[in-house]
């Protein structure tokens, strides 16, 4: 395991960022809007605690207990300092008597700006193959660190690091379980062993709108950290 995976899990466990904001939520029982991501389901719901092994939700009406599917991905959207927010979270378990939702720490947010901060880290056996495309002919093998439906980061071998300019667009293919997809990178940060890129084609109108074949992918290496972290 890289020590950027390290890294990044460690920022996950250790509530930086996302989690000290549901903290806060969970201190003024503010209102959130749950969705689904299995079923496109939305249904409201009250922060009630934050812990290093769930965020608890009070769910406000009896669709939301129905709604909910245990190990499967659910965006919360929440409003502080006057703007939107959103994470994405695994649902870890659904209390029907209580009407309450438990999910698992988030890997991060999403602002109204359209930063995508949730990062899934990489472990070992994810099975995501990445080759960046640097020219006709030229595909260059890179370990994925983390990946979201706005982005991935990348690292590559010593001396196969191509030279890619910040704000420039590059072809990535990513291969997961036999299935190949083709994608667009934005660069949009540079490392000493590997690069940053966003997905452009992810957003539509403003709203995040990844591909499905791409959300399949971040789904299933999302099972695969959820199953495997320690």
Known sequence: MSEAVRRNAREVRG???????????????????????ATGTAYKARFFESSDEAVTLDLVD????????????????????????????????????????????????????????????LLDGHGLDVRVVAGPQRFIPASAVDISVAGIQVEFEAGEKPELEAGSVCELELSYRGRTIGLHGLVRREAKDGYGFSFPGCMTDGELSPRPELAEIVAGVQRHWMENRS
């Open 15 to 37: 509530g930086s960022g996302i989690l000290v904001a549901i903290r806060e939520c969970c201190a003024s029982r503010q209102d959130a809007l749950i969705i689904s991501v």
């Open 62 to 121: 009896s669709d939301g207990v129905h709604a909910c599917q245990r190990m499967t991905p659910a965006f919360g959207v929440y409003e502080m300092a006057g703007g939107a927010h959103a994470f994405m979270a695994p649902v870890r378990d659904v209390e029907a008597e209580a009407m309450r939702l438990h999910l698992l720490p988030p890997t991060g947010g999403l602002s109204a700006k359209g930063r995508a901060v949730f990062r899934i880290p």
